[in-house]
């Protein structure tokens, strides 16, 4: 069920993109990471989602939840079981 896809960019430095993809490392979380510039043109990225304007833009399947932030509020939905009890941090 994790189906977790992130869009972040590297240049310039994102630390919130960063801090994301943290998190689902912690608790052991596959994701695809999809870094703006490289795998995906700023412009084409923007024609698929005209409607966010900041990254992470973190995806549950085909959903878009939001940010670092809105993920931290739902990691848990996508945890494995033995991590589910733990704090990241």
């Known amino acids: 069920m994790n189906n977790i896809t992130i869009y ?3 240049d310039p430095f994102c ?3 960063e801090q994301a993809k943290s998190m ?3 608790y052991g979380i596959d994701y695809k990471d999809i870094v ?3 795998d995906i043109s700023k412009f084409q990225f923007k024609l698929k989602y005209p409607f966010i304007d900041t990254v992470p833009a973190v995806f ?3 959903q878009y939840i939001g940010g670092a932030q809105q993920l931290s509020e739902r990691v848990w939905e996508h945890a494995p079981e033995n991590n589910k009890g733990t704090l990241y941090g």
């Open 8 to 10: 972040t960019r590297k």
């Open 15 to 17: 630390m919130h993109c």
């Open 24 to 26: 689902l490392q912690y």
């Open 36 to 38: 703006i510039g490289e």
């Open 60 to 62: 549950f399947g085909e």
